[in-house]
């Protein structure tokens, strides 16, 4: 039978390119390979050849199957960490033009721990997307309530194009105060820059923030736009060239790229920068792909890979949509799944703190060059790696399937010398505190955000995955009490998986302001439905725009109204399903607020609702789906708890607990449904592995899946 690939999920991430191929049956294969940050094909087409030779195919004979290819990755977010953007000019109101560089004073301690967001004296501030010489002001000014109180003039907006043109920019973004309300001076300023850019011959891209993020907060939505400019362009460039990469290689179709919302949309997408932080996203989308199929409704979904650990729950079957996230230390207005990340992956360096003697781990991580351990990698530091190599977690001679060998020496040299040494420790105890400290690190982490959120553990199942997510889930999980932890045979790829299991969706949001008392008529309800509709209406035509220009007709696509609410006079909303694809009456409206104090009540608690305040509408919002192949679960025939011979690899010694035990290794590929490994033991794969302590044990089910347990 001749096999047909129909999907390719991508996740390039700082450390490792991981594909995922699906065929028309739903069967998958995953694939591993080193990222390549100077040309991410590359590691790109390693990393599907690795795949494929598993089914005996090649990239050549694959690619021209191929319907879809979804992306996600970190190459935009670091170029906004490092701050290696483009050359942009900014056009703001005149007295405004210092705001970009304030950032509402909360980015001057982002990411900051609880005591060092106390002390004034540890605040700073990185430098600004745009630095203030690129930066003109115009003078005009538009109310909240979108009234023209001072009209634009014109000639301020022409002297400002032409000093940013003179000036060599690569960009310019225009953000005037509630353009949102009132986008007609922000426009007319957009036309009068494109007017001077045609006059002198050149060929810039220009953004006005309420094309793109209409929505309140001015900071927000600056930043937000800028990023269109100063990182979303240079991405793109990238993503075109695994585009044209894939075309050379017989492809047909156009790379899709997976959204921070949750959904894909194409690299020609207008708003290209809320693919910020795809990468981690996709593991968040392919857990609840799995919990639905499996019927778990809870899910703490975690994720460890070279350079940090993302934590997200999923509740009743759904996540949370953070509408004002942070990252990279800017505030933005982006629809962003809601996840919480450590800086600590199995790349993050390890060193001792001078002043205090104390290990600490991370942030900044070894990526792709692995650690110490990699003889070829140029690393001088020890990393978490080096510790997983010396205690015997990783075989040296099988990392990556043996594409890099690793030389346990070399880590132990460096580990007695940085960390043991100056401890007073053997390198044994020094690499084992290290493992210790970093999973009672991530456990706090876990439960913390479990118990913010009013939850116990226990109504939990938690998902574990990423390359190096198994060998450390039996320590980050320890005495959480999830009814359930499971590990994907496929965790290495389970990133790239969710990218397959996403549908191709465009979303757009609009700030609004509909104000109804709790004793409205029908003519005050009628009013509000009429701004809604309209809303939404605007929004849905942005969503179809961006798929006619990916070949889809409207027919193609399902719309899926929303909006965010909350009762009048609070700071929070919730964001709710219209159970509407209209609103035209004053029942219509009714429906609406059922809908919001059902969400309401099971977010918080049905005594909570307070109907009596009357409601507020925030925002609308608009997403559109095209239907897509997605991967199938395995399904495979049970077999007996024993597992067979032929997947016993022999014995490692193994450290544990201040003692070496010796480790029964397993391959994991061979090992059937229904197998249970008792600990201590490793289980092997090409891109991960998967560590059963002493006291602990793993059942693979038909799914296979890995439940892992503590006797």
């Not at 005996?56 to 701050?83: C, H, K, W």
């Not at 920019?169 to 986008?183: A, C, D, F, T």
């Not at 109907?611 to 608009?622: K, V, Y």
């Amino acid at each position: 039978m001749t096999r047909r690939i129909q999907v390719l999920g991508i996740d390039a991430g700082g450390t490792m390119t991981d594909t995922f191929f699906v065929d028309t049956d739903g069967n998958f294969v995953v694939g591993k390979a080193q990222s390549t940050p100077h040309d991410e094909s590359v590691g790109l087409i390693n990393s599907s050849a690795d795949a494929l030779a598993q089914w005996n195919l090649a990239v050549e004979d694959v690619f021209p199957q191929l319907v879809t290819a979804v992306y996600s990755g970190t190459s935009m977010l670091n170029r906004i960490v490092q701050r290696k953007g483009l050359r942009v000019g900014l056009i703001v109101n005149r007295g405004m033009e210092d705001f970009h560089r304030m950032g509402r004073s909360i980015q001057s301690y982002l990411g900051y721990s609880y005591e060092d967001r106390l002390h004034l004296n540890t605040h700073r501030y990185d430098p600004p997307l745009v630095p203030r010489e690129l930066t003109f002001g115009v003078t005009e000014r538009i109310d909240l309530f979108g009234n023209i109180v001072i009209p634009l003039r014109e000639n301020e907006a022409y002297e400002a194009a032409r000093k940013l043109v003179e000036r060599n920019v690569e960009g310019i973004v225009i953000s005037l105060l509630h353009s949102y309300k009132n986008p007609v001076h922000e426009r007319r300023v957009r036309d009068i820059v494109l007017e001077v850019l045609r006059e002198a011959g050149q060929e810039i891209p220009v953004f006005a923030s309420s094309d793109y993020y209409p929505v309140r907060k001015e900071s927000h939505r600056t930043n937000t736009t800028i990023l269109e400019a100063y990182a979303a362009e240079p991405s793109r460039r990238t993503l075109v060239q695994i585009n044209e990469r894939f075309k050379q290689l017989g492809a047909r179709f156009d790379l899709r790229v997976m959204a921070s919302h949750g959904g894909t949309i194409s690299w020609k997408a207008k708003e290209l920068a809320r693919t910020v932080v795809s990468g981690p996203i996709g593991g968040v989308i392919g857990a609840r792909s799995l919990s639905e199929r499996l019927g778990y409704r809870n899910i703490a979904a975690t994720d460890i890979g070279g350079t940090s650990f993302d934590m997200a729950l999923i509740v009743q079957g759904q996540f949370t949509i953070q509408h004002d996230p942070d990252m990279a230390r800017l505030v933005l207005s982006l629809p962003l799944v809601q996840m919480d990340s450590v800086g600590s992956g199995a790349g993050s360096y390890v060193r001792i703190d001078p002043y205090t003697q104390a290990i600490k781990i991370g942030p900044d991580s070894a990526g792709y060059r692995v650690g110490v351990c990699w003889p070829e990698s140029g690393v001088e530091t020890v990393t978490i790696s080096d510790c997983h190599v010396v205690l015997g977690y990783i075989n040296p001679d099988h990392f990556l399937g043996g594409q890099i060998k690793l030389d346990p020496e070399r880590a132990r040299k460096a580990i007695e010398e940085q960390i043991a040494r100056p401890l007073g420790l053997t390198v044994e105890e020094a690499a084992a505190g290290v493992i210790e400290l970093l999973d009672t690190r991530l456990r706090d982490h876990l439960r913390a955000m479990i118990s913010g959120k009013g939850y116990h553990p226990s109504e939990f199942v938690c998902f574990s995955y990423g390359g190096a997510g198994p060998v450390h889930t039996y320590g980050y999980t320890e005495g959480l009490d999830f009814e359930d932890v499971i590990i994907p045979a496929w965790a290495a790829g389970f990133s790239a998986f969710g990218c397959a299991a996403a549908d191709f969706e465009y979303r757009y949001d609009k700030s609004l302001d509909i104000n109804v008392a709790p004793d409205a008529g029908a003519a005050e309800k009628l009013e509000a439905v009429a701004v809604l509709q309209s809303a939404w209406n605007e929004l849905a035509e942005k969503v179809i725009e961006e798929f006619r220009l990916n070949g889809y007709s409207p027919e193609n696509v399902t719309l899926f109204p929303g909006y965010r609410m909350m009762y009048r006079g609070q700071l929070n909303d919730l964001e709710i399903n219209s159970p509407l694809a209209r609103v035209e009456t004053a029942e219509d409206w009714d429906r609406l607020t059922e809908a919001f104090e059902e969400t309401y009540a099971r977010v918080y608690a049905k005594a909570a609702r307070s109907p009596e305040l009357g409601f507020t509408i925030t925002g609308a919002i608009m997403r559109g789906i095209v239907p897509s192949v997605k991967p199938r679960i395995p399904e495979e025939p049970l077999g007996g708890a024993t597992p067979p011979k032929e997947a016993h690899r022999g014995q490692r010694p193994f450290y544990f607990r201040k003692k070496w035990v010796n480790a029964d290794i397993w391959e994991m590929d061979a090992l059937k449904a229904g197998n249970q490994i008792e600990g201590p033991a490793i289980i092997e794969a090409p891109a991960t592995t998967l560590v059963v302590p002493p006291g602990w044990s793993t059942t693979l089910d038909a799914h296979r899946l890995f439940h892992l347990k503590h006797r």
